[in-house]
């Protein structure tokens, strides 16, 4: 519910914050483009820029919408621009990772009331796709000192990398989505970017859109911060970085400088210096992720505390030897139901067929499948949540077995 800024408040919040009626220093990143695409003319440097107009992303979105409002022409334009570069990174082989962003709405002493989800429309797909603009673009000019004769001298950069996905891996998503009959050809190379997008395409709205989705992610190596240019597999560009959010992400900072060094005719940065900056930076951005995941679990349990004993519909999202993951169907949380505890028989899990299969019944559960759950226990220090699974016509019918051990 809020946010600890990196730079000192006033920084952040006032000198550096774009606040429409307000002259502001700022780095830009001006582009000319066509309606082709092309970029006719680019330019960096530091500006002086005064706002006219701050608009929020439901405001845009009204204009792109209905086509009036504020600036309705202008950002119109934008976004017919964006949408077709859009268009354009995906023919080139970009990934679409769309997930919902879960968001809780809190009392005034912080407490989960309501879930909501954050869903990106084009109003938020027009500043993306600008934003990545700049960062390919910044990270290009830095690469390389250009002299009057057109040589090409590399520099120290800071780059975002992505690599391409490990052939084991993909393996494994392979026969993870084999289970609900999904046949994925593809082992590398670009290949694989093209058949993932056919896949969410698929998928979208399934019951088992957010388990093959959170596989998918999995099975991608993960971004990071490095000086060595490897590309970025995911966007399907050759050289890319973080230069867009200097007031809360430290590599943009670093990116700034670097950008202002070279545009000033500054010699080459050391890159054992950068290099280890970058390790440190990818390793704490692991930490805030995990913080993140860790405060969004420990507000789900906080919020389903209220509503123990409450039964819920879902759908299974995940199987282990020892329990079920059940993933709520309104709010999207999810929390586990212990085998051992399944009244009306014993349960066993097939690992070859990815299914839970009941000794005498025959019931088998898998991947997907609708059931019905009682919330049983909310644990705020383990951040864990668990259900009892309520199968119909088994309740109170388990058969006893003697001496179970």
């Keep these: 519910d809020r946010t600890v800024p990196m730079l000192p408040e006033r920084l952040s919040n006032e000198l550096c914050s774009l606040r429409p009626d307000e002259d502001s220093l700022c780095f830009s990143a001006v582009f000319t483009l066509n309606e082709n695409l092309?970029?006719?003319d680019e330019w960096f440097g530091r500006t002086v820029i005064h706002s006219d107009r701050r608009f929020t992303y439901a405001e845009a979105q009204e204009i792109i919408e209905t086509g009036r409002g504020d600036y309705a022409e202008e950002v119109l334009t934008l976004n017919r621009l964006a949408q077709e570069l859009r268009r354009q990174r995906f023919r080139n082989g970009a990934i679409s990772f769309e997930r919902e962003?879960?968001?809780?709405?809190?009392?005034?002493?912080?407490?989960?009331?309501?879930?909501?989800?954050?869903?990106?429309?084009?109003?938020?797909?027009?500043?993306?796709?600008?934003?990545?603009?700049?960062?390919?673009?910044?990270?290009?000019?830095?690469?390389?000192?250009?002299?009057?004769?057109?040589?090409?001298?590399?520099?120290?950069?800071v780059y975002r990398v992505h690599d391409t996905p490990s052939e084991e891996k993909l393996d494994r998503f392979r026969q993870f989505i084999l289970r609900f009959g999904i046949l994925f050809k593809a082992s590398k190379g670009r290949a694989v970017a093209r058949e993932m997008n056919k896949l969410f395409a698929k998928i979208k709205g399934s019951t088992e859109e957010n388990a093959v989705t959170t596989m998918a992610v999995r099975s991608m190596a993960k971004a990071f911060y490095t000086t060595d240019n490897i590309g970025h597999y995911g966007l399907a560009f050759p050289s890319y970085t973080h230069f867009t959010s200097p007031i809360r992400r430290y590599p943009d900072m670093m990116v700034h400088r670097l950008l202002a060094r070279y545009l000033s005719g500054g010699k080459s940065a050391d890159?054992?210096?950068?290099?280890?900056?970058?390790?440190?930076?990818?390793?704490?951005?692991?930490?805030?992720?995990?913080?993140?995941?860790?405060?969004?679990?420990?507000?789900?349990?906080e919020f389903m505390k209220e509503r123990i004993g409450e039964e819920f519909e879902g759908h299974i999202s995940g199987l282990t030897e020892w329990g079920v993951y059940v993933e709520l169907d309104e709010t999207h949380i999810e929390g586990m139901s212990f085998l051992r505890d399944?009244?009306?028989?014993?349960?066993?899990?097939?690992?070859?067929?990815?299914?839970i299969v009941g000794r005498s019944t025959g019931l088998r559960m898998t991947l997907g499948d609708p059931v019905r759950i009682r919330i049983k226990r909310a644990d705020l220090q383990k951040r864990q949540l668990d259900f009892d699974l309520l199968l119909p016509g088994l309740q109170k019918s388990r058969p006893r077995v003697k001496n179970r051990r």
């Design 342 to 355: 399944v009244e009306g028989d014993f349960f066993d899990f097939d690992e070859q067929r990815y299914e």
């Design 101 to 157: 962003e879960m968001k809780f709405q809190l009392d005034e002493t912080g407490r989960p009331i309501g879930v909501c989800f954050k869903e990106q429309k084009e109003s938020n797909q027009m500043i993306e796709e600008f934003m990545l603009l700049a960062n390919r673009r910044v990270a290009e000019f830095c690469s390389h000192r250009v002299d009057a004769n057109g040589r090409r001298t590399p520099r120290t950069m």
């Design 271 to 301: 890159k054992q210096t950068l290099e280890e900056l970058c390790v440190r930076a990818s390793e704490r951005e692991v930490i805030a992720a995990e913080a993140e995941r860790a405060s969004i679990k420990y507000k789900m349990v």
């Design 38 to 40: 092309d970029i006719l």
